[in-house]
């Protein structure tokens, strides 16, 4: 039942291969096993980066679990520019984000190509860190929870229960994101607990397995307010996981 902590770093487009391999090593130096026992590290560079990531991780025996940004739902074909679930497990992808609010509004990814994406992911044996959001209109107009509600049940309906259990979930409320507007921890946690509470109405216990994020303009200075709520298991970090002094403190939160 207990859950274990995680903070993800989603490096977005940033970083060269050469540029991450510096990253994560400087990550790795940064870090003691006591970290890696209480919290799971995870990084998602870019694509171009994943294979020399990976072989860094493993050649340094570092406990850090290699994510990526994006996926395709195919396993093959012609896919111009696309890459898919087989293809990042073949890499030790552990984990893959699936519903970025910034692919939701820029590349089309909607509910249905969501769906679709964590299905594939999962059928990889690889696992999906959903996102769900609203924007600043949305949570002004007091929809907030049908929003999310709607983008959870929408990805993960149709599940069985010990699917779910295995999942992360992120909360990443869109005026949040990159704006150094951080959703204060009460409104963080609220938004998880609600999340939550809607796995547990159709899914029962796996509530209490499945981990549930937050993510936006989380940075050294709040983590530790976020992270000291119950329902908050964790940070999707894109700004601050570029510095691996900052990423270092994030997985820190508690020291
Ligand atoms: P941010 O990004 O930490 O830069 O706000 C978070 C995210 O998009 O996952």
Redesign the pocket.
């Known amino acids: 039942m207990a859950r274990k902590d995680l903070i993800?770093g989603?490096w977005?487009m940033h970083a060269d291969h050469l540029e991450a391999i510096q990253m994560v090593q400087k990550l790795g130096y940064r870090l003691d096993p006591a970290d890696y026992d209480r919290v799971e590290v995870v990084v998602c560079p870019p694509l171009t980066a994943l294979r020399s990531v990976q072989t860094v991780i493993e050649a340094d025996y570092l406990p850090i679990k290699l994510g990526a940004q994006n996926v395709h739902w195919e396993d093959q074909g012609a896919f111009t520019g696309e890459v898919s679930p087989p293809m990042l497990a073949k890499l030790n992808v552990s984990y893959v984000?699936v519903g970025?609010?910034?692919r939701r509004e820029m590349f089309g990814d909607d509910d249905a190509v969501v769906a679709r994406k964590l299905r594939a992911v999962l059928g990889a044996g690889m696992t999906p860190i959903v996102?769900v959001g609203e924007s600043l209109d949305q949570r002004e107009a007091g929809v907030t929870e049908e929003v999310i509600g709607g983008q959870l049940h929408a990805a993960l309906d149709g599940l069985d229960a010990a699917t779910v259990a295995g999942l992360v979930i992120?909360y990443?409320p869109i005026w949040?994101?990159?704006?150094?507007r951080?959703a204060d921890a009460d409104t963080a946690a609220a938004a998880c607990g609600y999340l939550r509470e809607q796995v547990r109405g159709t899914w029962g216990e796996a509530a209490d397995e499945a981990r549930v994020l937050y993510?936006?303009?989380?940075?050294p200075g709040n983590v530790a307010g976020l992270m000291a709520k119950r329902d908050i298991d964790g940070?999707?970090?894109?700004?601050?996981?570029l510095d691996p002094d900052k990423m270092a403190a994030l997985v820190r939160y508690w020291v």
């Not at 949040?176 to 150094?180: C, F, K, M, N």
């Not at 940070?235 to 996981?241: F, H, I, P, R, T």
């Open positions: 993800a989603n977005k984000i970025h609010s910034e996102c992120a990443e949040a994101i990159g704006t150094g951080t993510g936006g303009s989380v940075n940070g999707l970090v894109g700004g601050a996981s």
